[in-house]
């Protein structure tokens, strides 16, 4: 009987096997058919393939269910079969495999985003995979694999369903990257590691997109903040186009250069993904069978909170620099604010994230609590605000259960809950969300009985959630003690007790420790004064985490000039260019580049994303004169275009662009009003569509999206379309520029098949191809007139081929 699998890799590395569509478009698979349906009709074709890769020395066949789920079936017309065609999967995956190997139920994704980048709530994408791996885990899957997910907040529902479904079943969790280190919705590999082990991954990786090479890089970023057990899963090289096929140029034993350089840096499960073969499989096995494979769990993250946004990810504690939370994001005290919330509006969220962000802060406070609103509402629009404004992880304040659930569903990455106490209830309703939803966890060192006064019983309650946060299955590196900061000005003893207190919770219960700072002030003249001193004697106690103004200069004065005599500003850095006058954030628009007037506040709203804000403006803007093609022309334009240049320095990511695209698309509906059906002048007509046997359209609809917001008319034929509709339309049309996209390397060959056609027929036009897995050179290969990396290069690249033609 074989070992579970999460014992078998502490022993051994496990190979993975390989390519399964263009094993099965080889036999038989028609174009445009449901590659899962061949389970149903040609089951022997199915189980020859799994036999194939177990005759070549795979340790885990993969189940033919990447596109099982109600979302990808829906396509086929084969809903009502999902049940069927998933179990037979696994049944003919379980003959195959016997004893002799594992079977990995797969999973991929939906092809749709999660609100707010998509129309899909977090709970409806969640349903999806709990309907799909509910089937696959009770058919007999040992484990589950999830691959080649762009969204990691779609991958992060993916594993929250399936832990809803089984606590212990091991999962596999894998992302796409690019060449640039970064998914297409901008997640970084750390970012997307830590995120996954918090939610309960069991093995992280990266399949498809790049070769061994590539995916070394990005395994090699994700070991630096998590010791999971890690998969290689790569592509047998980039794609060829050759007399037609679509090729792989990878030789099996090229599979294998990165062999020694996977085992030292821990990859537990090798396999391979588009393009691989038996004979790739084989290689692989062969060359681990001398080496020493045993697995030796690091210890670099020891001792560290890792706190992730969808971008970005902050370490805390771990002789790393004191984590600056701004407590800003409050409407306590704050008349404006509280309004705001009552009224559903983010505009003074965004504007204050990005002002703490560029003042220094590395996480955000969110409280959205005041009397007379729907705080879970308000706490899921302010986390999409934010998502959207900043790359910086949340810490999410709410003393309600319902407020924290929903900005915890919003959340994108790994957030810190604020926060628990050591009373039965607070842990009972806050303990079991953390879990669940992967975050770090605020301890306050208070009970039923209050705040103690001394420091040992301020340690005890501080034990106790400790404790009761592990039989939650909350790890110690995901909880933080706050000792409580009271206010000198009416308790002045306790001050130095709140420090010792802070320091017997360091060495004691080794974990790492948060301060309310500013509270220590309240009611004195000053403030900042004796703060800013609290603050030094806190951080040369053991301070990790300071919630704090970061806008207060005096403050971060002292966390500065902290950081350089802790030692914990590594050449004094931060520290000189902070005095420098370089921001350590990235940079607003300067403001002489911008109009001062209302033309620069449309640039501004833009580039903010400021949903709230923009009709009113476009209507101030339309009062004071303009017409509505100055609008567009000198005020929303110009903040499109500099956007794209964010985009292009990776200052700024798809979601970003999106929203600002939304914003847009608001004022263009104002705009139109004023213009009484007079239609814009039209930059170009350009005709888009996913090509015949492809049903994914993701990145087509982006790029229709921001043609359109740049003054292009778009005519979307959709996905799946026949090369001859894509010739007919473009013809009857007349349109400047045909835009094609196929995500699936077994649907490439089709771009070429619609070029050959849009020549022969004579249609003067210019076209263009993209998709995750196309490169320039297979564009060239193919004839085409553009190829663009993504969404917002297309647009720049279409306007000079309109400009230049």
């Known amino acids: 009987m074989k070992p579970s699998l999460l014992k078998a890799i502490n022993d051994r590395v496990l190979v993975l096997d390989g390519a399964m569509g263009t094993m099965l478009q080889e036999r038989g698979l028609k174009p445009g058919q449901s590659p899962e349906e061949m389970n149903l009709v040609m089951p022997e074709v199915v189980a020859a393939v799994h036999r194939e890769y177990l005759e070549a020395g795979a340790d885990v066949l993969v189940t033919n269910t990447f596109g099982g789920s109600r979302e990808k079936l829906s396509h086929y017309g084969l809903c009502d079969r999902l049940a069927e065609i998933n179990q037979a999967a696994v049944q003919i995956a379980r003959k195959v495999a016997g004893d002799s190997a594992y079977v990995a139920a797969s999973m991929g994704p939906t092809g749709r985003f999660v609100e707010p980048v998509g129309d899909m709530s977090f709970d409806q994408m969640k349903d999806v995979f709990h309907e799909q791996a509910s089937v696959l885990i009770e058919a007999g899957a040992d484990l589950v694999t999830l691959e080649t997910f762009l969204d990691i907040k779609e991958l992060r529902a993916a594993v929250i369903a399936i832990r809803e479904v089984s606590a212990t079943i091991p999962i596999i969790a894998m992302m796409t990257f690019d060449d640039n280190g970064r998914s297409v919705l901008g997640s970084s590999p750390e970012a997307a590691a830590i995120t996954l082990e918090a939610v309960g991954a069991d093995i992280i990786g990266s399949n498809c997109g790049l070769g061994v090479e590539g995916i070394y890089e990005i395994l090699a970023a994700m070991r630096r903040v998590t010791d999971l057990p890690l998969i290689a899963q790569a592509n047998a090289g980039l794609p060829q186009l050759k007399d037609g096929v679509t090729l792989f140029p990878a030789s099996p034993e090229e599979m294998t250069f990165y062999h020694e350089r996977f085992l030292t840096l821990g990859v537990r499960i090798i396999g391979g993904c588009c393009g691989t073969t038996p004979a790739h499989i084989k290689a692989m096995r062969d060359a681990l069978q001398d080496k020493a494979q045993s697995f030796c769990r690091t210890s670099a993250t020891k001792g560290v909170t890792f706190l992730s946004s969808r971008t970005g990810f902050v370490p805390v504690g771990g002789g790393n620099q004191v984590a600056v939370i701004g407590e800003r994001i409050n409407p306590t005290g704050k008349k404006g604010f509280a309004a705001e919330l009552r009224e559903g ?15 220094g802060a590395t996480l955000l406070d969110v409280n959205v609590g005041t009397p007379g609103i729907d705080e879970a509402a308000a706490m899921e629009r302010a986390v999409f605000c934010l998502s959207g404004a900043v790359q910086t992880p949340l810490v999410l304040d709410s003393s309600s259960p319902e407020a924290l659930e929903a900005g915890l569903k919003a959340a994108e990455g790994k957030v810190l809950v604020n926060s628990v106490s050591g009373e039965a209830k607070s842990l009972a309703r806050v303990l079991p969300l953390v879990k669940k939803y992967g975050a770090a966890v605020i301890g306050l060192a208070l009970d039923e009985q209050g705040i103690p006064e001394t420091a040992e019983d301020r340690l005890a309650v501080a034990g106790r959630i400790v404790h009761a946060a592990a039989e939650a299955g909350i790890p110690r590196k995901n909880i933080m003690i706050d000792s409580l900061t009271l206010t000198v000005s009416a308790e002045q003893k306790r001050a130095m007790e709140t420090l010792r207190a802070l320091r017997m919770v360091k060495e004691t219960l080794g974990v790492n420790t948060v301060l309310g700072v500013s509270n220590i002030s309240f009611g004195l003249p000053s403030r900042p004064v004796i703060s800013s001193v609290f603050f030094a004697m806190a951080m040369a106690a053991g301070l990790d985490a ?41 940079q607003p628009i300067a403001a002489a580049a911008l109009p001062a007037d209302v033309r620069g506040r449309l640039a501004s709203a833009i580039i903010d994303g400021d949903r709230d804000q923009i009709v009113s403006l476009v209507e101030e803007a339309l009062a004071d004169g303009l017409s509505p093609i100055q609008v567009s022309n000198e005020g929303l334009l110009p903040g499109l275009e500099e956007v794209g240049r964010r985009f292009e320095k990776n200052q700024v990511f798809l979601p970003q662009v999106m929203r600002s695209a939304e914003t847009m698309q608001a004022a263009f509906a104002r705009l139109k009003q004023a213009m009484h059906g007079v239609a814009m002048e039209s930059k170009g007509r350009i005709l888009m569509a996913t090509v015949e046997g ?33 010739v007919q339309q473009a013809t009857e049309l007349k349109v400047d520029a ?35 897995v196309v490169t320039q050179e297979y564009a060239d290969s193919i004839g085409a007139d553009l190829y663009a990396r993504d969404a917002m290069e297309a647009v720049s690249r279409i306007k000079e081929l309109l400009a230049n033609p």
Do not use: W
């Open 345 to 359: 509006k983010v505009s003074y969220i965004r504007k204050e994230a990005s002002e703490q962000v560029l003042a």
């Open 546 to 586: 300071a919630i704090i103004n970061p806008k207060e200069c005096q403050m971060m004065d002292a966390f500065r000039s902290a950081m350089v005599l802790l030692n914990r500003d590594e050449n004094s850095s931060a520290y000189i260019e902070a005095y420098k006058g370089l921001a350590n954030a990235v």
């Open 738 to 772: 045909v835009g094609l996209s196929a995500l699936m390397t077994t649907t490439m060959s089709e771009m070429e098949h619609v070029i050959e056609r849009l020549k022969s027929a004579g249609v003067k036009t210019f076209s263009m191809v993209g998709g995750a």
């Open 694 to 726: 492809d049903i994914h359209d993701i990145g087509k609809n982006i790029v229709c999206t921001l043609l359109e917001n740049h003054g292009f008319e778009v005519i979307d034929l959709g996905k799946n379309v026949p090369a001859e509709r894509i």
